[in-house]
């Protein structure tokens, strides 16, 4: 039988693992709070657009060999930063998963960022309406034939005091049946 001091000892560890447990999950929840708080900030209200009027044109394409030069134009209303290029290497594949970005030969112009072909080093919309530009791609042979491109042009769009870049999604240009043109 426990005397009345040993049962009043353990009694009172029982509710200091209590008052831990209160403390434990008071400290997640406030830490919760000011986690999501702080990511909040980051997140964009409303969704990036671009401005209606965004247009590349692809003036030539030329495919030979695994070589494929592509003159582009600015038709435009706005100027642009860059784009992205997706190919297709069958004709029955409708939406192009092979991206060419790593394949631009800067030498003849044009800037890879990642998966982003900027007409420029600065982080602008440096492509002017009018504008028209070659860039070369050296196309690797394990790809097998580029059947088609998708060109996405891209805008910087300042929101927050932040340069965000914005997909144009309703301006894609899509260039099927790539031949050579000698």
């Known amino acids: 039988m426990l005397s009345l001091g040993e049962k009043w000892k353990n009694d009172k560890l029982g509710v200091s693992v209590i008052i831990g447990y209160v403390l434990l999950v008071t400290f997640a929840v ?4 000011i986690v999501y708080n702080y990511l909040r900030t980051y ?10 009027g965004v247009s ?17 134009r600015n038709n435009g ?13 069958l004709s029955s594949q409708k ?11 800067s030498t003849y112009g044009g800037v ?10 600065s982080n602008n919309n440096s492509f002017t309406t009018g504008n028209e530009t070659t860039h070369v791609y050296n196309i690797s042979s394990s790809l097998g034939n580029i059947y088609s491109i998708q060109i ?10 932040r340069n965000l870049l914005a997909r144009c999604s309703n301006s894609i240009i899509t ?3 790539l031949q050579c043109k000698t």
């Open 112 to 121: 890879i960022n990642g998966n982003f072909i900027q007409f420029s080093f």
């Open 152 to 161: 996405v042009p891209a805008v910087y769009v300042v929101q927050n005091n």
């Open 175 to 177: 260039e099927s049946d």
């Open 43 to 52: 997140i964009p209200t409303q969704a990036l657009s671009c401005p209606d």
């Open 56 to 72: 590349l044109f692809v003036q030539d394409a030329n495919y030979c060999g695994n070589q494929l030069n592509l003159t582009i």
């Open 95 to 105: 939406i192009p998963l092979i991206d060419l970005s790593s394949s631009l030969n």
């Open 30 to 33: 406030i830490t919760g709070a």
């Open 77 to 89: 209303r706005f100027d642009v930063a860059g784009y992205f290029i997706r190919a297709t290497n």
